[in-house]
């Protein structure tokens, strides 16, 4: 029998392999539980690598705004995802997709801007935020990088669409910024976002994954290969969900309407491309939400998806 195809096996991870369990409310943010993966081999998160000095994140030359340099020291691959917030160097930027940076490999990344009135060195190497990137950023990001990859096979995100975005949420959370940096937003509202985050238990024993609802209409889903790994990066993650939530109102979930998205990425357009690094990188299209998964060695080490309730 052939193996089952990275376009298989991520449709099957949100129709078949993900179940939904209970949800927290905290302020305008609901989260709701999701169990269940299809394990991809051992890898480090690059949080992790970068704590231990087994990566070091570069300008390329001189700088180029949409590529960065990972080194990865590490005898396993390093998971760098579209949420990481890479620090300092010429400016800050986030990955423009989730990317499995080969053991003891030099690899070309793509990027996306996250600090557009900086051009200029502060540090000679990125350092992997303690937050991750804001929600809707990261939609934005994926939209672009999917019409991307299906159009030219190529991760370019949509910069403009990510600046105005920090733009808005710059203004929304009265931070000033001369550089126009997201890692600013995050530190002008430190006791709020603690707040919001204090009311969210961590993940269950053998969670793998969240559903995040805010505001009337907004969801992202998220879901990795072990708990182990959502585990880890739940503290980030979750710093990232609550700052987008600034200002929305309650969200007001439907019945049933979890299943409802698991089931329309589960039916959705699907094409796959070559991943940065390792893997498979799987775009998926259907109305109203966008998503895409990472597929390596007959494994979903991670899929993101975002979009708004019809």
Not at 16 to 41: D, Q
Not at 265 to 291: F, K, M, N, Q, R
Request: aromatic share 6%.
């Amino acid at each position: 029998m052939a193996a089952p195809s990275p376009v298989d096996l991520a449709t099957n991870l949100f129709g078949s392999v993900l179940e939904v369990g209970p949800s927290t409310e905290t302020g305008p943010l609901t989260l709701v539980r999701l169990y269940g993966s299809i394990p991809a081999p051992d890898y480090l998160l690059a949080q992790d690598a970068d704590a231990r000095g087994m990566l070091r994140v570069t300008e390329i030359g001189a700088g180029i705004v949409g590529r960065i340099l990972i080194w990865n020291r590490a005898d396993l691959p390093v998971l760098l995802l579209d949420a990481d917030h890479l620090e300092g160097a010429k400016q800050d930027r986030i990955a423009a997709a989730t990317a499995l940076i080969p053991a003891n490999s030099k690899t070309g990344v793509p990027v996306t801007c996250v600090e557009r009135g900086r051009w200029s060195r502060t540090s000679d190497a990125f350092r992997v935020s303690p937050h991750t990137a804001v929600t809707l950023a990261r939609q934005y990001n994926l939209v672009g990088v999917g019409a991307s990859l299906r159009a030219t096979g190529s991760h370019v995100g949509d910069q403009r669409s990510v600046w105005s975005h920090m733009d808005h949420i710059l203004r929304s959370s009265s931070t000033s910024s001369q550089t126009g940096a997201m890692r600013h937003a995050f530190q002008g509202n430190t006791g709020w976002l603690g707040e919001i985050i204090e009311g969210i238990p961590d993940p269950d024993e053998g969670q793998t994954g969240v559903m995040a609802f805010w505001g009337e209409r907004h969801v992202a889903v998220e879901a990795f290969d072990r708990p182990e790994a959502l585990a880890r990066l739940w503290p980030r993650l979750l710093t990232g969900y609550a700052l987008e939530t600034l200002g929305s109102p309650a969200s007001e979930v439907p019945v049933g309407v979890e299943r409802r998205v698991l089931s329309s990425l589960a039916s959705a357009e699907a094409s796959s491309h070559p991943a940065v690094g390792l893997g498979t990188d799987v775009v998926l299209t259907a109305p109203g939400i966008t998503g895409g998964a990472l597929v390596w060695a007959s494994g979903v080490v991670h899929a993101a998806a975002f979009g708004e309730l019809e």
